[in-house]
C-alpha cells in the first residue's frame, strides 16, 4: 500500500511540473508575439475593426499608428482650459466738468489721474497650441484708480494765443506736482494749489520747465492754463472745408497723429441719419478733446465706436455706455463689458488704452508724462491694431470703411 501511494504522489507531482512547463512556454510566446506587435508602435486591424484607445481616441483600418504621437496631440487638443493670474494696471476713469468761463474747447485738468493696480484671473481655452478664446473670469483691486477731472470749455469765444517761453501759467488743480525732470517718476519737490503763477523757462513735449511759487523744477502743460487779462476772444468761426493740418485719409494711415478737425467738424461729421439715438452727435465733442489730450486719431477711435456699436445701438451700448464693447470677451460679451456712467468716459478711457497699449512702440512718451507700454504694439496703422486687438480679420477693413464715411462729409 504504501509503495502505492508513493507512485501516486510522484504522478501527481510530474504533472504538476509538465503544466507549469506549459504555462511558462505559453507565456513566453505571448510575450514575443507582444513585442513583435506593440514594441514598434503596430496596430494589426482587420477593415471593420475599430479599437477605441484611451482619451476616446477612436482608430479604424489602422496599419501603423504612432500611438506617443496620438496621445500627445489628443492631449494637447484636450488641454481645455488654461488660467493665468498677474497684476495689471486699473485704468482710471476721466470725468468731464462744462465751465462757460472759459473759451469753446480750452481743456484745463483740475484732477489728474492716477492709475490703480489690479489682480486678474484669465481663462484662454487652448486648442492645437493656439489660444482659440480667452476671458476674464475674476479680478481683485489692490490699488484703487482716481479719476482725471477735466473742464471744458463752453464761452462763445476760443483763444488764439500760442503759449511760448517766458510766458506765465497759472496751475488749474488743487495739487499741481513740481517734479525735478519731466517725468512721472521723478522726485517730486513741491505741490502747489490752483492757481499758483508760474514762469515757463523751457517747454518738453508735456511738460513746461517752470520757476515761481517757491518751486523750480517740472510741471505737466495740462495742469496749467494761460491766462492773459489783456488777451481778446475772437469769436468762433464754423468752418466747412478741411485745413491744411487736416491728416488725408489711407488705410496705411498712422493713428498716433491728431486728424486736425476743429470741434466745428467733428460735429458735422458725427451729425448723420444713421445715428437714430443722436449718441454719437451728443458726444462728438470727445473725440475732438481725445485728440488734443492724447494726440490720437479721433476720427479713428469714433470710427471704432461706430463699427463696435452700431452707430450707438448695440445692447452694451445703450445699457452700459460702452460704445466699444471694452472688456467683452467673446464667450460672455454682455456680462464681460465694462459699465461706464457716461459715453464721455468710454471714450476716454479707450482712447488711453489704444495710446498705452497698441499704437505707440513702448516707452514711447505719451499723456500726463507716462511713457507707452507698447504690450500690443505691431505698428500703428489699422492693420498693427487688428493683430491684437480684434479677433476677426476683417475689422481693420470695417473700420477703416466708416473712417472713409466720415472722411467724406467734410
Known sequence: M?????????????????????????????????????????????????????????????????????????????????????????????????????????????????????????????????????????????????????????????STYKVKIGDSVYTTSDRAEIRVEPSEDAEKVATLGKGSELKILEI??????????????????????????????????????????????????????PSGLSLEQFKKVLTDAKDKNKVMQNNAEYFYYIEKQYNINGIFVAAVAIHESGWGTSRISKDKHNLFGYGAYDDNPYNGAYQFSEYSESIDLIARVFVKYYINPKGTAIYGGEKASGK????????????????????????YKQMEYLYNKL
Open 2 to 158: 504504501k509503495s502505492k501511494d508513493k507512485v501516486r504522489k510522484q504522478g501527481i507531482t510530474i504533472k504538476k511540473i509538465m503544466i507549469f512547463l506549459v504555462i511558462a512556454i505559453l507565456s513566453v510566446y505571448v510575450l514575443t508575439i507582444y513585442k513583435h506587435f506593440f514594441s514598434n508602435g503596430e496596430v494589426l486591424a482587420k477593415e471593420s475593426d475599430e479599437k477605441v484607445l484611451e482619451n476616446n481616441v477612436t482608430i479604424s483600418n489602422a496599419t501603423k499608428i504612432d500611438l506617443d504621437e496620438v496621445i500627445n496631440t489628443n492631449t494637447f487638443k484636450n488641454l481645455g482650459e488654461e488660467y493665468k493670474t498677474e497684476e495689471i494696471d486699473l485704468e482710471y476713469i476721466t470725468k468731464y466738468n462744462e465751465n462757460p468761463e472759459i473759451p469753446k474747447g480750452v481743456i484745463q485738468v483740475i484732477q489728474e489721474g492716477r492709475e490703480g493696480k489690479q489682480e486678474v484671473t484669465t481663462k484662454r481655452i487652448i486648442e492645437n497650441g493656439q489660444v482659440v478664446s480667452e476671458e476674464q473670469v475674476s479680478s481683485k483691486v489692490i490699488k484703487a484708480a482716481v479719476n482725471k477731472i477735466v473742464e471744458i470749455g463752453t464761452g462763445n469765444g476760443r
Open 204 to 257: 518738453n513735449r508735456n511738460w513746461y520747465k517752470i520757476v515761481g511759487a517757491g518751486a523750480r523744477g517740472f510741471v505737466k502743460i495740462e495742469n496749467t492754463t494761460y491766462i492773459n487779462p489783456n488777451e481778446s476772444y475772437e469769436e468762433e468761426q464754423a468752418s466747412s472745408s478741411s485745413g491744411n493740418n487736416i491728416a488725408k485719409p489711407s488705410f496705411g494711415m498712422a493713428l498716433n497723429k
Open 376 to 399: 500690443y504694439y505691431n505698428g500703428s496703422t489699422l492693420t498693427g491694431v487688428n493683430t491684437r486687438y480684434a479677433t476677426d480679420k476683417n475689422w481693420a477693413n470695417a473700420v
